[in-house]
């Protein structure tokens, strides 16, 4: 099946750093990604969709200028966390469709953030 | 926003024995898709059933929907340890973005 993989898999920072994770697309073209974040012991809620080469579409309720999201190819997407701070600690999800209306998404393996 | 509720939150049985859990969600769907996570992991695609069908196998795994009462049922049976994760459901609705479930929590006692 399509591989999704995510980088760093686990990081630590500091308060009001920025980190940067990579969500690619080992062996298919993603036309459409998405971000999802996800509380201990709880659902993932959907953060934002990108589509390779436009801008990123937002969830009600996420920062835009928060959360950063790139989709410059076909198989990567990056989501910048920027000044991030201890409430920003989550484990964040990408994953992937091949075309906007397909039904399967693979999802990468997940990120877990903890800002200090 | 999230859709689906599960029931049960949590689920222990030994090992051998059924395991079901449902899923309830309020608006209209194109497919609703059961997922399982293993504790810090992503996410595995189980099975997909679309808004038109009623029922679906997949191994050990048995799907129900009933779009009439908005509610899906996933079986597991014969349950093993392997199977102790969470399991979401997820509905697939407008502009093909997932709507997920709390989860159900389920440990298989060896």
């Known amino acids: 099946g399509a591989v999704v993989s995510q980088h760093p898999s686990r990081v630590i920072c500091k308060s009001g750093t920025s980190v940067k994770i990579e969500c690619r697309s080992l062996?298919?073209?993603?036309?459409?990604m998405f971000w999802y974040r996800q509380f201990p012991k709880k659902s993932l809620m959907l953060m934002a969709t990108s589509n390779e080469g436009s801008k990123a579409t937002y969830e009600q309720g996420v920062e835009k200028d928060k959360f950063l999201i790139n989709h410059a190819s076909l198989t990567l997407s990056t989501l910048t966390v920027t000044s991030a701070h201890p409430e920003d600690s989550s484990f964040y999800i990408c994953?992937?469709?091949?075309?906007?209306?397909?039904?399967?998404?693979?999802f990468g393996p997940g990120t877990r953030l903890t800002v200090l | 926003s999230q859709q689906g509720e599960e029931d049960p939150q949590a689920l222990s049985i030994q090992e051998g024995e059924n395991a079901t859990m449902n899923c309830s969600y309020k608006?209209?769907?194109?497919?609703l898709q059961w997922y399982r996570q293993n504790s810090g992991r992503g996410l595995v695609h189980l099975i997909l059933?679309?808004?038109?069908?009623r029922e679906k196998h997949s191994g050990r795994l048995r799907v129900t929907l009933d779009t009439s009462k908005k509610s899906s049922s996933l079986l597991i049976t014969a349950s093993r340890a392997a199977d102790t994760a969470s399991y979401f459901c997820?509905?697939?609705?407008?502009?093909?973005?997932?709507?997920f479930g709390a989860g159900t929590t389920v440990t298989v006692r060896a």
């Open positions: 062996d298919f073209q993603a036309t459409t």
């Open positions: 608006t209209s769907i194109n497919n």
């Open positions: 994953s992937a469709r091949t075309q906007p209306s397909t039904d399967t998404q693979y």
């Open positions: 997820a509905t697939d609705a407008i502009d093909y973005k997932l709507s």
């Open positions: 059933i679309r808004s038109n069908e």
